[in-house]
C-alpha cells in the first residue's frame, strides 16, 4: 500500500485525475521544489538508469532516434525483470506481484524477426508468408516488432539473434552504400563528359584561329594528366564468367554414416572385408586389453566406426574410440602427431647431409 509519493512538479503527477485518484486512496503527494533534483534522488537515478540503458539500446538496434518511447518502455520492461533489491534478493516484479517473472520471451534486443503473415491478407499463393522486421519491444502477448516504419504486436513470428547473412535479403546500409555509389558513380561520369566538351571546344577553336590567344584558366583545362595504362580485371570476375561456373558442396552420398548403413547397403560386403581387416590389425597389434566392468556408476566410453572410400577405390574402416565422452583427468590419452615444424626440421636435416628420405604409408596407424 503506498502512502506517500514524492514526485516532481511535472504535469504527469500534477493533475486533477492523479490528485482525484491519490485524494480517494488517502495517498499523500509531496512534490519537490522546484529545480532541486536532490530530493528526489530515488527516481531521478532511476531515471538515469534507464536513459543509459535505453541508450545501448538504441544503438544496438540501429533505429532513428524517433523510436525513443519504444526503446524506454523496453528498457523499463528489462529493468523490472533484472535483480535490483540487494536485501531481499528478488525483482521488482517478484516484489510487486508475488511471483517471479517468466524470461523465456527475451531475445537480443534489436534482432531481426520474421513475422507470419496471416492467409486472409494473402492474395495468392505467391505471395511472401512473412515481412522482415526488427525487435523494438515486448507485451504480454508477443513482441512489438517495427515493420515499415510501423510497430506492430506480434505473436507468430521468428527472431534471428545471431549476426547471419540471410539469403536474398541484403542490409539497408548496404544497399544505401550502394545508391551512394551509384550516385558518385554518376556525378563523376558528368564531370568528366563536361571536360571533354570543353577540351574538344577549344582544340577546334585553335584549329580554325592560329592567333587565337590562351588564357591563363584556359591552358589550366588544357593541360591532362599522364594518360595511364588500363587496369583490366581478370577473367574470374568477368560478369560473363559466372555462367561457367557450377558452386556445388561436394558429399558422397554411398559412403555410410554409421555401422548400420554399411551393413545393409550394396556395397556391404565391402565394407565388412574393410571392418574384418581393421579388426584383426587391432587383435595383432594388442591394442586394447579385455578387463572387468568397474564396480559403481562408472560410464564406459563407447566407439565408432568411420567409413571411407579413396580415390582408387579401396574400402577404409577406421575403429575409434569417442574421446570427447570422457570426463576425468589422465594423462598420455592421445596418440602422438608430428608437428610440421619438426617435419620441416627433419627435412632440412636431411637436404644439408645428403640422407635418402623414404616415403611410405602405414597401412594400420595403431600399434
Not at 528526489?40 to 539500446?57: K, Q
Not at 523490472?80 to 534478493?89: G, P, Q
Not at 559403481?296 to 574400402?315: F, T
Amino acid at each position: 500500500m503506498i502512502k506517500e509519493l514524492r514526485c516532481d512538479n511535472g504535469k504527469e503527477y500534477i493533475n486533477a485525475r492523479v490528485l482525484k485518484f491519490t485524494r480517494e486512496k488517502g495517498i499523500l503527494i509531496k512534490p519537490c521544489p522546484a529545480y532541486v533534483h536532490e530530493l528526489n534522488g530515488t527516481a531521478e537515478r532511476y531515471n538515469r538508469s534507464l536513459m543509459d540503458m535505453g541508450r545501448c539500446l538504441l544503438s544496438e538496434a540501429k533505429v532513428e532516434r524517433k523510436y525513443w518511447p519504444e526503446v524506454i518502455k523496453s528498457a523499463a520492461y528489462l529493468k523490472n525483470r533484472t535483480l535490483t533489491n540487494t536485501i531481499e534478493r528478488k525483482t521488482p516484479y517478484e516484489i510487486f506481484f508475488k511471483r517471479k517473472p517468466s524470461v523465456k520471451n527475451l531475445k537480443l534486443y534489436g534482432s531481426k524477426v520474421f513475422v507470419r503473415i496471416p492467409e486472409e491478407k494473402r492474395k495468392s499463393k505467391w505471395d511472401k508468408k512473412a515481412d522482415i522486421g526488427i525487435l523494438l519491444g515486448y507485451t504480454d502477448t508477443g513482441y512489438r516488432v517495427l515493420i515499415n516504419n510501423k510497430v506492430i504486436i506480434a505473436r507468430h513470428c521468428d527472431i534471428i539473434e545471431e549476426d547471419v547473412i540471410l539469403c536474398g535479403l541484403d542490409d539497408e546500409k548496404e544497399n544505401k552504400n550502394e545508391e551512394e555509389i551509384k550516385d558518385n558513380e554518376k556525378k563523376d561520369s558528368a564531370s568528366t563528359r563536361i571536360q571533354n566538351e570543353e577540351k574538344s571546344k577549344i582544340e577546334k577553336n585553335l584549329e580554325r584561329d592560329d592567333t587565337y590567344e590562351i588564357n591563363s584558366d584556359d591552358k589550366e583545362e588544357i593541360i591532362v594528366k599522364r594518360p595511364r595504362r588500363k587496369v583490366k580485371p581478370p577473367v574470374r570476375f568477368d560478369e560473363g564468367f559466372s555462367y561457367y561456373c557450377i558452386y556445388v558442396n561436394v558429399c558422397d552420398a554411398m559412403i555410410p554414416d554409421n555401422f548400420l548403413e554399411a551393413i545393409t547397403c550394396n556395397e556391404s560386403n565391402k565394407w565388412k572385408e574393410a571392418m574384418n581387416r581393421e579388426m584383426n590389425s587391432l587383435e595383432k597389434n594388442n591394442t586394447w586389453t579385455m578387463v572387468r566392468k568397474p564396480d559403481g556408476n562408472k560410464k564406459v566410453i563407447d566407439v565408432k566406426w568411420i567409413y571411407k572410400k579413396k580415390s582408387d577405390g579401396e574400402y577404409k574402416a577406421r575403429l575409434v574410440v569417442r574421446g570427447f565422452q570422457q570426463t576425468d583427468c589422465l594423462d598420455d590419452i592421445y596418440p602422438p602427431v608430428a608437428k610440421m615444424p619438426t617435419l620441416k626440421l627433419l627435412l632440412l636435416y636431411c637436404c644439408q647431409n645428403s640422407l635418402h628420405i623414404h616415403q611410405m604409408d602405414v597401412d594400420r596407424q595403431l600399434s
